[in-house]
């Protein structure tokens, strides 16, 4: 564990929602599910020190982009600095409730992958549903949306539909890996 993520973990653990990094095995598990043989457009929401980007970018094509939507000030400023001399990769200092208006802003839509941690399950319900609203919204017919979490709550959201998930026990917590569609309802709206 990195002194940063430790600090962030004791400034705001609410925020950082996990109190230790992915493993390795995590990361691996999760990036492997991008398909990078041709060029992909990846969106990571809340990347925080960058484990599981830095896994992504080693499987990244020349001509894909990763955008990394960050909301903490010292997690923003490590990736930037961490990325600086891949031009692939561009790190947005916003909340990831603003992914459609930031995605717009930067002439992306239906984005190939929405890769996320974000602990859905310990948020407040409000913010929660406007959150998942935002990244289906976000979301084309054939974007899909790879989460790792504790419970698998997420995939019975009427906003999406689960193509496959797959345990990751290997990382504190066990999580498990899902890859989500926009669902036929969320599709229509």
């Known amino acids: ?71 903490d000030d010292h997690f923003a400023a490590h ?25 717009e802003g930067m ?8 890769v996320s941690g974000i602990p859905f399950t310990i948020m407040d319900r409000q913010l929660r549903e406007k959150l998942l609203a935002t990244i289906a919204r976000s979301m084309g017919p054939d974007s899909i949306f790879i989460t790792y979490q504790v419970s698998l709550q997420i995939s019975e959201h009427k906003l999406f539909d689960l193509s496959r998930s797959e345990h990751c026990l290997f990382n504190v917590p066990p999580l498990t890996v899902m890859e989500l569609k926009k669902s036929a309802a969320a599709l229509m709206a």
């Open 79 to 103: 990736l930037e600095k961490q990325f600086a001399h891949d031009k692939r990769v561009t790190v947005v200092h916003t909340d990831a409730l603003h992914l459609a208006s930031t995605l």
């Open 107 to 114: 002439g992306i839509s239906n984005p190939d992958y929405i």
């Open 1 to 71: 564990m990195s002194l940063l993520f430790f600090k962030r973990v004791i400034a705001n653990p609410i925020r950082v929602g996990y109190l230790v990094p992915s493993s390795g095995f995590l990361t691996r598990q999760t990036a492997k599910r991008i398909d990078f043989s041709k060029p992909r457009v990846v969106i990571e929401l809340g990347p925080g020190e960058g484990c599981h980007t830095r896994q992504i970018v080693r499987r990244m094509n020349a001509e894909s982009k990763l955008i990394l939507i960050e909301l």
